[in-house]
């Protein structure tokens, strides 16, 4: 990462909370013009004191991302950010990672660089995997039971390829994120996806978004998703089942979101421009 008011903060918590409001941003989470949060309201979901979360808006505004109208109203700043579409062949990229790493944020910005399809396992499948973990006597933010693992994440995956699956074979990019923990382990379940998109007419890249630990606890506790409850009553059981070494079995692009590394934004970008050299090949 490049030096910047970000890299100039004290703390390594106020550097993880202006990084992950950075990403928000650039990935059109928060939009221009939108009222931000609280100070107290934004501490509270970083488990961070109103001191590390002003300090992360002055370095913020800094960089002309946030507009400190008051000590307790901060407007979005983004307008200039807006990206220009960049001329890429469609292709299907799937991007898989830990919860919280941010891959979801990467898959936006790619897909606000490029104009191709976002497909995020959350959106399309988890409010009927809520209602079914509960209809199954779980509760309903447990993605680690063996009820979900066995019995609704197959179909939960099966869905969320169709759907790329219908994309690409109209002809249009998608930018497809869920954790693909299981998947990207598995590389005959990886060439049989190579084929089916090369049926389609498009190739397959795979992306594994990675980034260091306390990176991924402020992000999930930012969040403060329904689906991160079980993992959050439970971080350091949680944290025993993440390999922070895992990579896919094949060929793939690997993206830093820990706060030492360069903006989500700049490393987007740069995939694209790889991916443009390798089909130019």
Same mark, same amino acid.
């Given at each position: 990462?490049?030096?910047?008011?970000?890299?100039?903060?004290?703390?390594?918590?106020?550097?993880?909370?202006?990084?992950?409001?950075?990403?928000?941003?650039?990935?059109?989470?928060?939009?221009?013009?939108?009222?931000?949060?609280?100070?107290?309201?934004?501490?509270?979901?970083?488990?961070?004191?109103?001191?590390?979360?002003?300090?992360?808006?002055?370095?913020?505004?800094?960089?002309?991302?946030?507009?400190?109208?008051?000590?307790?109203?901060?407007?979005?700043?983004?307008?200039?950010?807006?990206?220009?579409?960049?001329?890429?062949?469609?292709?299907?990229?799937?991007?898989?990672?830990?919860?919280?790493?941010?891959?979801?944020?990467?898959?936006?910005?790619?897909?606000?660089?490029?104009?191709w399809m976002i497909i995020d396992k959350d959106t399309i499948t988890r409010p009927v995997v809520?209602?079914?973990?509960?209809?199954?006597?779980?509760?309903?933010?447990?993605?680690?039971?063996?009820?979900?693992?066995?019995?609704?994440?197959? *179909?939960?995956?099966?869905?969320?390829m169709s759907t790329a699956h219908e994309n690409t074979?109209?002809?249009?990019?998608?930018?497809?994120?869920?954790?693909?923990?299981?998947?990207?382990?598995?590389?005959?379940?990886?060439?049989?996806?190579?084929?089916?998109?090369?049926?389609?007419?498009?190739?397959?890249?795979?992306?594994?978004?990675?980034?260091?630990?306390?990176?991924?606890?402020?992000?999930?506790? *930012? *969040?403060?998703?329904?689906?991160?409850?079980? $993992?959050?009553?439970?971080?350091?059981?949680?944290?025993?089942?993440?390999?922070?070494?895992? *990579?896919?079995?094949?060929?793939?692009?690997?993206?830093?979101?820990?706060?030492?590394?360069?903006?989500? $934004?700049?490393?987007?970008?740069?995939?694209?421009?790889?991916?443009?050299?390798?089909?130019?090949?």
């Amino acid at each position: 990462m490049t030096d910047g008011p970000i890299d100039a903060l004290s703390g390594a918590l106020q550097q993880r909370i202006a990084r992950d409001i950075q990403n928000q941003i650039e990935a059109g989470v928060l939009r221009d013009g939108e009222v931000m949060p609280s100070t107290r309201v934004l501490a509270e979901r970083a488990g961070a004191s109103v001191f590390t979360v002003n300090e992360a808006m002055k370095a913020l505004a800094e960089m002309g991302l946030v507009e400190n109208q008051s000590r307790s109203r901060r407007i979005v700043r983004s307008a200039h950010l807006t990206p220009k579409t960049i001329e890429a062949a469609p292709r299907a990229l799937l991007i898989g990672g830990y919860a919280g790493c941010g891959k979801t944020e990467l898959g936006r910005i790619l897909t606000r660089l490029t104009g191709w399809m976002i497909i995020d396992k959350d959106t399309i499948t988890r409010p009927v995997v809520e209602v079914a973990l509960e209809a199954l006597g779980a509760e309903s933010s447990d993605r680690e039971s063996e009820t979900y693992l066995s019995k609704i994440r197959p *179909r939960e995956y099966e869905a969320l390829m169709s759907t790329a699956h219908e994309n690409t074979a109209c002809g249009a990019g998608a930018v497809v994120t869920a954790p693909f923990l299981r998947e990207f382990n598995d590389a005959s379940w990886l060439a049989r996806q190579q084929a089916q998109f090369v049926d389609d007419g498009l190739p397959m890249s795979v992306v594994w978004v990675t980034c260091d630990a306390d990176t991924m606890l402020t992000y999930v506790r *930012r *969040r403060g998703a329904a689906r991160d409850a079980h $993992k959050l009553a439970n971080w350091d059981t949680y944290m025993k089942g993440v390999d922070l070494k895992f *990579r896919p079995v094949v060929d793939h692009h690997v993206i830093d979101n820990s706060t030492s590394a360069e903006p989500l $934004k700049d490393q987007a970008e740069r995939l694209i421009a790889t991916l443009a050299e390798v089909s130019a090949k």
